[in-house]
C-alpha cells in the first residue's frame, strides 16, 4: 500500500477530526480486554514482567482490544531484547575485531534496532508524550447518514 497509513477512526474523533473529513461509520470496533488479561504462555519470563506491568495501565486507559495483544507481545520482546542489549553494550561498547582493530559491539546496533521497534509500537499505544498530545478529546461515533430525504434536507 502506498502513502500514508489511514488514521484510525477511534483516533479521529480523540483529535477532535482536525481534518474535517468524514467520519467511517463501518470502521470494526475489536473488544477491549480486561486489565487482568494473562500474557501469552510462551514468552520468557523478563518479557511477561513487562506485560504484566503495562497490560493493566494500557487496559485502564482504554487502549488495549483483543485485536492489540500481538502487538503488545511484540512490545514486550522488544523490550527484553533491548534491556538484555543494552546492558551488553554497558559491559563492552567497543571490541576488537577479526581484523584486530577496534569496532563497535555488535549489540550496540542490536539495542538500537529493538529500541527503534519500540518506538514505533509505543507511539501506536499512545505511550509518549508526542504521541499523547494529538490526543485531545473523546466524541461518540456519529450516527450513519439516514437514507430519509426530508433528513437530508434538514441536515443543510
Same mark, same amino acid.
Given at each position: 500500500?502506498?502513502? *500514508?497509513? +489511514? #488514521?484510525?477512526?477511534?483516533?479521529?474523533?480523540?483529535?477532535?477530526?482536525? !481534518?474535517?473529513?468524514?467520519?467511517?461509520?463501518?470502521?470494526?470496533?475489536?473488544?477491549? #480486554?480486561? &486489565?487482568?488479561?494473562? +500474557?501469552?504462555?510462551?514468552?520468557?519470563? %523478563? %518479557?511477561?514482567?513487562?506485560?504484566?506491568?503495562?497490560?493493566?495501565?494500557?487496559?485502564?486507559?482504554?487502549?488495549?482490544? &483483543?485485536?492489540?495483544?500481538?502487538?503488545?507481545?511484540?512490545?514486550?520482546? %522488544? @523490550?527484553?531484547?533491548? *534491556?538484555?542489549?543494552?546492558?551488553?553494550?554497558?559491559?563492552?561498547?567497543?571490541?576488537?575485531? +577479526?581484523? !584486530? @582493530?577496534?569496532? $563497535?559491539?555488535?549489540?550496540?546496533?542490536?539495542?538500537? /534496532? $529493538?529500541?527503534?521497534?519500540?518506538?514505533?509500537?509505543?507511539?501506536?499505544?499512545?505511550?509518549?508524550?508526542?504521541? /499523547?498530545? *494529538?490526543?485531545?478529546?473523546?466524541?461518540?461515533?456519529?450516527?450513519?447518514?439516514?437514507?430519509?430525504?426530508? &433528513?437530508?434536507?434538514? /441536515? *443543510?
Amino acid at each position: 500500500m502506498r502513502g *500514508r497509513k +489511514p #488514521v484510525p477512526t477511534q483516533l479521529k474523533l480523540l483529535r477532535g477530526n482536525p !481534518g474535517r473529513r468524514p467520519i467511517s461509520t463501518r470502521e470494526p470496533t475489536p473488544a477491549l #480486554v480486561d &486489565e487482568g488479561q494473562a +500474557p501469552p504462555a510462551w514468552l520468557e519470563a %523478563a %518479557a511477561k514482567k513487562e506485560w504484566r506491568r503495562l497490560a493493566p495501565l494500557l487496559a485502564k486507559n482504554g487502549l488495549l482490544s &483483543e485485536l492489540d495483544l500481538d502487538a503488545l507481545t511484540a512490545y514486550c520482546v %522488544a @523490550f527484553t531484547d533491548w *534491556r538484555r542489549a543494552a546492558a551488553q553494550a554497558r559491559r563492552r561498547a567497543v571490541v576488537v575485531g +577479526p581484523n !584486530g @582493530f577496534l569496532m $563497535a559491539s555488535p549489540y550496540v546496533a542490536m539495542a538500537a /534496532r $529493538a529500541l527503534t521497534v519500540l518506538r514505533s509500537l509505543m507511539s501506536d499505544f499512545g505511550m509518549t508524550p508526542s504521541a /499523547r498530545a *494529538r490526543v485531545t478529546k473523546i466524541q461518540p461515533l456519529a450516527p450513519a447518514p439516514s437514507a430519509n430525504p426530508l &433528513e437530508k434536507f434538514l /441536515r *443543510r
